[in-house]
């Protein structure tokens, strides 16, 4: 499936005061016992699938690779969203976890790991040159670089202002 790349620089508009960023992965550890390995990744594309036909779980977007070592970046609106997904009991992710921690977990076989990031939207500079919508951009809003947001010091300062409420008149006084 061939993505359109769009030429030229590129960052996100997020449009929101901040992000939650989830990364998640597993590690075959043991890579002979694939088998192992395979029943313990077959959980995610399910849970993808879940995600992606429902939007109120929060998930605004993600990419995944592929190796030894896997690893998912997801963008999610909230950790409440990522914690109530992770223990909602008609989600396809805490039956997995669950047998995971009983058959899998101490052996040694097949690693997981995750980590969580709450960022404010002061805290995120982007930039995407000659890619397809990709990352933050691909989950919130694609949008090209132009006045005020062609270096990486302007892109940052965009977001502390939008991000930061209106001045009151007393913070406009110099003593």
């Keep these: 499936m061939a993505q359109e790349i769009f030429p030229g620089r590129f960052t996100a508009d997020i449009g929101r005061d901040t992000v939650t960023v989830f990364l998640i992965g597993m590690r075959a550890n043991r890579w002979w016992k694939l088998g192992r390995v395979a029943k313990v990744a077959s959980a995610m594309p399910t849970m993808m699938q879940h995600l992606a036909k429902n939007p109120d779980a929060g998930l605004l977007g993600s990419e995944q690779w592929f190796g030894r070592t896997t690893i998912l970046l997801s963008y999610w609106e909230s950790p409440e969203h990522l914690r109530r997904f992770a223990a909602d009991r008609d989600s ?6 669950r047998k995971f921690m009983k058959e899998f977990a101490g052996s040694g076989d097949v690693g997981v790991w995750h980590e969580t990031y709450q960022v ?3 805290g995120i500079e982007v930039v995407y040159n000659g890619m397809p919508p990709f990352g933050l951009a691909k989950a919130t809003s694609h949008t090209p670089v132009g006045p005020g947001s062609n270096t990486a010091k302007q892109r940052m300062s965009a977001r ?9 008149k007393s913070q406009h006084m110099s003593f």
């Design 160 to 168: 502390v202002r939008s991000a930061d409420p209106a001045p009151t």
């Design 92 to 97: 396809p992710h805490l039956g997995p976890w």
């Design 120 to 122: 404010p939207a002061s």
